[in-house]
């Protein structure tokens, strides 16, 4: 395929660097996280250096097949493996494929979800639908015990049933007693309830998460609320697509209970880490 300067698809006779790029992972942007609107990249380079996890701190030992490097901010090429890259090189050339030979680069970022690296994952990469997933309710009352009657969480909260608090449901803890039953229906209403929320604001900033991506978010809402993480470090992280260690050190900070780090809390931020790296979906503990 020949260079064509602003070329975004075989129809203009060739492309460029930014149009070759973003034409072939638009073919598969369904199975990709491009955090997007629409779920796919937009040109030119310096936009779609914003489309996709930041992992620049994987460079160069630790990419992966897929990769998008930015050499500089007006040059784009996907590693595929082996220490190669292919690319729209430029004007007079051909696309090519070649051995990587830079010492510093601008910017890489992942749009392939790690899932697809983790063979043990059991959860989906899918878009969010912006419902809490049948996987989350299980995951969470993995780490909420189910109690009934009502009875005090240890920390000054009346909870009944799987954590259902006076301040989320007050007539479900006024009641004093449940079934299980009811107990797995206040879960999903109350975290159906933050989903609602999460996906509202998360539209609002023209973010589309992957569903695990969006349950993390969920599960820390539903144990936090929606008003420090909505807008907060851990959110503004995410949706910038910064690096993984950054993102997960915000989501291992969400450990706090009363003022002091909670055991519990610290083990469920661990798990929560996998469900938005590897979609695992962990509440063993």
Request: a negative charge; charged letters at 20%; hydrophobic letters at 35%.
């Amino acid at each position: 395929m020949a260079y064509v300067f602003g070329g975004e698809s075989p129809a203009d006779g060739g492309m460029d660097c930014s149009g070759y790029i973003s034409y072939v992972y638009n073919q598969f942007s369904s199975e990709l996280e491009i955090p997007t609107t629409d779920g796919k990249f937009h040109i030119p380079t310096e936009m779609m250096m914003n489309q996709g996890e930041d992992v620049t701190s994987d460079f160069p030992n630790n990419l992966k097949e897929c990769d998008v490097i930015f050499p500089t901010s007006g040059h784009v090429v996907a590693y595929i493996g082996n220490n190669q890259i292919i690319e729209e090189p430029g004007s007079g050339k051909v696309c090519r494929i070649r051995d990587m030979d830079y010492t510093s680069v601008a910017k890489v970022i992942r749009v392939v979800p790690d899932s697809v690296w983790n063979t043990s994952s059991k959860g989906t990469s899918g878009a969010s639908n912006g419902s809490a997933s049948s996987n989350l309710i299980e995951f969470i009352k993995g780490y909420e015990k189910f109690v009934s009657p009502a009875e005090d969480d240890g920390y000054g909260n009346l909870t009944i049933g799987y954590g259902t608090t006076a301040a989320a449901n007050p007539s479900a803890v006024a009641q004093g007693t449940c079934t299980e039953e009811e107990a797995i229906q206040w879960v999903k209403d109350e975290a159906n309830s933050f989903a609602t929320e999460v996906k509202k604001a998360l539209d609002k900033d023209n973010i589309s998460l992957p569903q695990n991506k969006f349950d993390c978010l969920v599960d820390i809402a539903y144990n936090n609320g929606t008003a420090d993480l909505i807008g907060g470090v851990t959110w503004n992280s995410i949706i910038k697509g910064e690096d993984k260690n950054t993102i997960a050190n915000y989501i291992l900070s969400w450990n706090h209970a009363n003022g002091g780090v909670s055991p519990g809390l610290t083990k469920r931020c661990v798990a929560r880490v996998k469900m938005f790296f590897d979609g695992v979906y962990d509440s063993t503990h």
